[in-house]
């Protein structure tokens, strides 16, 4: 069964400060920006850049127990992952799971922008974390 693919979503940079960061992005290189947002759930705020495809989100956290505070204590600033847009997260999913693949989420949840969004688990993806999206 082939899914509908609407491209790719964004990337997420995980950054210890957006503000460090901000400048090449913005002003330097050009991209858009539509605003920072807090994602309450995953302890992160996210800066977000349109390169008028995919868009840029530079994720910053909020908590020292935020999983991004993790990422960064064990590899510094850095690509944390790249999402992919779906027609039907449901159906990629059960896809997955159908072939034995390790999710992070095995059900979606809600993500930035109230987004419906699952992580497969970089450990089946050849080390990226991977975000499905719809
Ligand atoms: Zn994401």
Redesign the pocket.
Same mark, same amino acid.
């Given at each position: 069964m082939a899914n509908k693919i609407n491209g790719l979503d964004?990337i997420?940079i995980a950054v210890k400060s957006i503000d460090a960061q901000l400048r090449l992005y913005k002003d330097l290189i050009g991209l858009e920006f539509e605003g920072i947002e807090e994602i309450a759930e995953q302890k992160v705020k996210a800066a977000i850049l349109d390169t008028g495809d995919a868009k840029i989100?530079l994720i910053e956290p909020t908590t020292d127990d935020s999983p991004i505070s993790k990422f960064l204590d064990k590899k510094g600033d850095g690509l944390h992952?790249i /999402?992919i847009a779906v027609e039907n997260i449901e159906s990629v999913i059960e896809n997955l799971m159908a072939s034995g693949v390790r999710m992070i989420d095995e059900k979606p949840r809600i993500? /930035?922008h109230n987004k419906k969004?699952a992580f497969i688990h970089p450990k089946a993806t050849g080390g990226i974390l991977v975000?499905i999206?719809e």
């Amino acid at each position: 069964m082939a899914n509908k693919i609407n491209g790719l979503d964004h990337i997420g940079i995980a950054v210890k400060s957006i503000d460090a960061q901000l400048r090449l992005y913005k002003d330097l290189i050009g991209l858009e920006f539509e605003g920072i947002e807090e994602i309450a759930e995953q302890k992160v705020k996210a800066a977000i850049l349109d390169t008028g495809d995919a868009k840029i989100e530079l994720i910053e956290p909020t908590t020292d127990d935020s999983p991004i505070s993790k990422f960064l204590d064990k590899k510094g600033d850095g690509l944390h992952h790249i /999402a992919i847009a779906v027609e039907n997260i449901e159906s990629v999913i059960e896809n997955l799971m159908a072939s034995g693949v390790r999710m992070i989420d095995e059900k979606p949840r809600i993500g /930035a922008h109230n987004k419906k969004i699952a992580f497969i688990h970089p450990k089946a993806t050849g080390g990226i974390l991977v975000e499905i999206c719809e």
